[in-house]
């Protein structure tokens, strides 16, 4: 029984030793095989110490500075993992120009400069097209202008139908009621009432839109010939200066009586003139 409990401990023991053997063994290969890849991983980064030493002792040149590192980056692996971009840092430097870039803001600086002319190649195609729209306008204008050609045998149509309050007279005074005295008289006063259209006498140009204090708010217009009419009396006008109207045109309203007619009564004070003397408007109206 002691024999056999004897070799079962022996046994255990001899275990437990090749046990342990190999376990220290294993860690032994394990940690030889990995100081192996570390020594081939810093072979690519070494630092040659002693070249650095001489060329500090002899100061450093350009090909000394060349050597050392060549000495320092010997063995390094063509592909970085640093991601190193050099023209990248070379380009955003200060002291080193970019080609790129000034050719870029050469480009740029022509582009602003094509652009520029273009706009103002447009803006005088612009101002050429203005004119030529302008001169067409007025051409237009122009050609839709009546002409006025009234002459010595013309005749007009009456402004409005009434009796003749006031005759014209030029060679001898003739009475006024409401001023109570005689005066000579460039035109002729024709009975109305208040709010009664007025109608052009004959076809003609607006030349001016007056007030006067005898015949109130009044118009008169280019005939032509030389001659020229004036409507006075007036309320509510029609025209305005510079537009054409033709005979029969409706071109206001009567208006109430200024004072210097308030006993005439309401009317309408028409007037006709040759190269600015009057002119007798009966011989002219049928």
């Given amino acids: ?59 450093l040149n350009d090909e000394s500075s060349v050597n050392l590192a060549e000495n320092v980056t010997q063995g390094a692996s063509p592909a970085d993992d640093l991601d190193y971009d050099p023209y990248f840092q070379e380009t955003n430097s200060q002291k080193v120009e970019n080609p790129d870039e000034s050719k870029s803001d050469s480009m740029s600086e022509g582009t602003s400069q094509e652009s520029a002319s273009d706009d103002k190649k447009n803006q005088e195609t612009d101002e050429q097209e203005e004119v030529k729209e302008e001169e067409n306008t007025t051409a237009l204008s122009t050609a ?95 025209v305005s200066e510079g537009s054409y109207v033709a005979a029969g045109d409706v071109i206001a309203e009567v208006a109430a009586p200024t004072k210097y007619y308030s006993v005439e009564g309401a009317n309408v004070y028409f007037k006709l003139t040759k190269d600015g003397e009057p002119v007798n408007p009966l011989t002219k109206l049928n």
């Avoid at 109130?216 to 032509?224: C, D, P, R």
Wanted: overall charge negative.
């Fill in 144 to 238: 839709m202008q009546p002409a006025l050609t009234f002459s010595d045998s013309d005749t007009m149509i009456w402004p409005i139908v009434g009796n003749i309050l006031i005759n014209y007279s030029m060679d001898k005074t003739i009475y006024f009621p409401t001023l109570q005295q005689y005066k000579y008289n460039p035109a002729i006063i024709i009975q109305a009432n208040e709010g009664d259209l007025i109608t052009a006498a004959t076809a003609g140009k607006v030349s001016s839109v007056f007030t006067d204090p005898q015949i109130g708010n009044g118009i008169t217009m280019e005939l032509g010939g030389g001659y020229e009419a004036t409507y006075g009396q007036l309320t509510n006008i029609l």
């Fill in 1 to 59: 029984m002691r024999r056999s409990r004897r070799r079962g401990l022996v046994k255990e023991r001899i275990l437990m030793v090749a046990s342990a053997v190999l376990v220290l063994g294993s860690l032994t290969a394990t940690g030889l095989w990995l100081g192996r890849d570390n020594s081939n991983q810093d072979e690519g980064y070494v630092v040659d110490l002693s070249a650095i030493e001489n060329n500090a002792a002899a100061g």
